[in-house]
Structure formats: structure tokens, C-alpha cells
């Protein structure tokens, strides 16, 4: 017995693959499938997340529907993988609201941490927010920067924490020991796949959508909102560093490497986020969990204001309308830490540890 009906399901298709073995080729989920004859709670979380979504086994499957087998591998795994995520979330009380109310609550957060800042700004000097800033220190003119630091960092530790407690629990119930983390092989073969997202092609044609003919459009758009997020966490390291052993106070010069590694970071943020969304709506519905897209949604949609507020706030910089603008980006990037560990943020966590253990089924295999 599984924990919950769609562990059930998964259960049931992975045993019909397992007879059959047609798709071996298309990715690493039938592969690893194939090491076992049966499947606990821990594996079938772990065959969710190793799945990329690519829809090549649905095409390719001769018992998908209306086949009475009625074998849909990424629709299931899909729900499984959002299930899995509320599973593993900590605190585990903040998993439902988030996944019903995900968009809600994000802008809600954004815009309530938009609203203090710029409520505290008025309350000191009301002058502030209808003046023009420029220069080092011109952002803290607004809020102070022990403030501003206190404020992100403990929101930016909070997600720290959540995001190890809960890749902890994910770790554990697929059966690994804490020692696999220190298989260098495994690591950086993992690192070598995700980096790729080299099972996202579908065994080499692409992402299905509702057409069935296959692109690679939806990679290039996960690459492009990927790089651009390590780039902008970049620029907030080299921002830091120029802070506290340089003494240098933002904001910078437009040439500065703070400011070119958030400017090519919020570009790939913007164009990866709305080439994400509009690859959903171009998707199978019969290929996607309806039931899951809540903190979807809300994610690709805090990524995209994070990247379109900070290259809005390099525009106008030099202008009054400085305060509100760096106000509105200060509560977008709030709202994204705070929301991170219950959204499709932590898929890239689980994913790569399940990658990870593919790489050591693999190695052990071979």
C-alpha cells in the first residue's frame, strides 16, 4: 500500500512500463525504472522528479488513451512531483496555502513589503521619495542599509533553511544515505546533466506540445530563466563583496560588474519567464497536472517582476521616481525568497539530487 492515490497510479503505470520497457530510450525515468521490480513510496518520488516533462512517452506510448491500460506517465508524474513537493515542504503547515493561493499571495507579499519600505521612507522624510538621488549611497536614502541587509537576510536565511529541510527529507525517503554527497562522479555527472537539461529533448526531438510536433523552445527558455537567475544572484554576491571589502556603495556605474551580471541576468529573467508561460499554454492539456499550477504560476511570475522591477530601477535610477521603484524591487525579491521553498523553485533541488542517484545507479550498474 502507497501513501496516497497517486502514488497508487504511479505505482500502477511504472509496473505496466516495466512489462513493456518501449520508451528505455526516451529519458532516465525508465531507465532507473528498470533497476527495480518493485516501487516504494521513496522510488516513485524519485522517478517524479527525475521526469523533465518532455511528453515523448505519451506520443510514443501504444497503451495511452483511450487505451484501456490508460498509461499517461507525465500527467501522473506531474501531480506526483507537486504532491511530492508539499510532502517534503517545511514547515509543513505553509504547503496547502501556498500551492491554492500561490500568485495571490506572492504579489499580496510584494506588494505589503513595497508598501513598509515606502511607508517607512515617508515617515522619516517624506522629501525622500519626490527627490532625485544619484551617487554611492543614493539607494539607502530610502532605507538604511544595516536595515535593508537585517530585512533581506533574515528572509534570505529563512528560505535557506526551509530548502535544506526540505531536499533533507527528499534525500532520505528515496533511501540514500547522507555519504552519496560526497561521490564526486555522481555530483558533477549530475551537475553535467542539469546544467544541459539534458533529458529535456524528448530522446533527442524536443518538448511535445498540443501539435505533437516537438521543439526545443522550451529548453532555451529554461536556460535563458535559469542562467539569468545565477546571474542576478551573482550580481547580489559581487554587490556584497564591493560593500563590506571594498567599501564601495551602490549604485554602481553602468560598466561595473555588479551592474552588467543584473542587467544580463533581468534580461534572461524577462525574455525566459514569458517564453515559459507561453510554452505552458501551447502544452497538451492531457501532458499537465491542472491541479498543480499554482505556485507554477507564481514563480515563473515573481522571476519575470524580479528581472522586469530591477531593469525598470537601472532606467530610471537617476530620476524621482528612484524610491518608488527601488521600493517595488525590494518587495518582488522578498516575495520570491520568502515563497522559494514552496513553489517549483525546490523542483531544481529535488531534480538534481535524483539526478544525482541516477548518475551512482549508473556507475554501480556499469
Known amino acids: 500500500m502507497h501513501g496516497s492515490p497517486i502514488l497508487e497510479e504511479a505505482d500502477r503505470l511504472m509496473t505496466v512500463c516495466n512489462s ?22 521513496g ?51 505553509f504547503s496547502g496555502l501556498f500551492a491554492r493561493n500561490g500568485v495571490a499571495i506572492s504579489i499580496i507579499c510584494a506588494l505589503s513589503v513595497a508598501a513598509f519600505i515606502f511607508g517607512f521612507a515617508a515617515s522619516n522624510d517624506p522629501q525622500v521619495l519626490r527627490g532625485i538621488h544619484t551617487g554611492p ?13 537585517a530585512l533581506f537576510g533574515a528572509a534570505f536565511l529563512y528560505a535557506m533553511a526551509a ?14 544515505p547522507t555519504g552519496v554527497l560526497a561521490d564526486p562522479p555522481s555530483l558533477l555527472q549530475a551537475m553535467k546533466d542539469a546544467g544541459q537539461l539534458r533529458y529535456l529533448d524528448g530522446g533527442g526531438v524536443g518538448c511535445f506540445n498540443k501539435d505533437e510536433r516537438p521543439t526545443d523552445r522550451r529548453r532555451t ?7 539569468g537567475f545565477l546571474l542576478c544572484f551573482a550580481s547580489t554576491c559581487v554587490a556584497t563583496l564591493y560593500h563590506y571589502l571594498l567599501a564601495r556603495e551602490a549604485p554602481y556605474a553602468w560598466w561595473d560588474l555588479p551592474v552588467v551580471l543584473g542587467t544580463l541576468g533581468g534580461i534572461g529573467l524577462v525574455v525566459g519567464s514569458i517564453g515559459l508561460l507561453m510554452e505552458k499554454s501551447r502544452r497538451d492539456v492531457a501532458l499537465v497536472d491542472t491541479g498543480s499550477t499554482g505556485m507554477d504560476a507564481a514563480f515563473i511570475l515573481m522571476l519575470f517582476l524580479t528581472g522586469l522591477t530591477g531593469l525598470a530601477l537601472l532606467a530610471w535610477r537617476d530620476t524621482s521616481a528612484m524610491g ?13 525568497f520568502i515563497t522559494l521553498p514552496y513553489g517549483k523553485f525546490v523542483h531544481g533541488l529535488y ?15 556499469a
Open 20 to 41: 513493456c520497457r518501449y520508451c528505455e530510450g526516451l529519458c532516465a525515468v525508465f531507465p532507473a525504472m528498470e533497476m527495480r521490480r518493485a516501487f516504494t513510496d
Open 43 to 93: 522510488d516513485l518520488n524519485y522517478f517524479a522528479n527525475l521526469c523533465h516533462a518532455c511528453g515523448a512517452c505519451y506520443t510514443d506510448c501504444q497503451f495511452s488513451p483511450p487505451h484501456e491500460f490508460n498509461v499517461n506517465v507525465p500527467k501522473t508524474l506531474a501531480a506526483l512531483r507537486a504532491e511530492s513537493w508539499a510532502t517534503y515542504t517545511w514547515p509543513r503547515a
Open 137 to 149: 549611497g543614493a539607494f539607502y536614502v530610502l532605507m538604511p542599509h544595516n536595515a535593508m541587509a
Open 163 to 176: 530548502l535544506v529541510m526540505g531536499l533533507r527529507g527528499f534525500w532520505r525517503d528515496i533511501g540514500e
Open 221 to 227: 527558455y529554461h536556460h535563458l530563466t535559469f542562467y
Open 324 to 336: 518608488p521603484l527601488l521600493a517595488l524591487h525590494l518587495g518582488v525579491v522578498f516575495a520570491l
Open 351 to 365: 531534480r538534481y539530487a535524483a539526478l544525482v542517484r541516477y548518475a551512482r545507479e549508473r556507475h554501480r550498474m
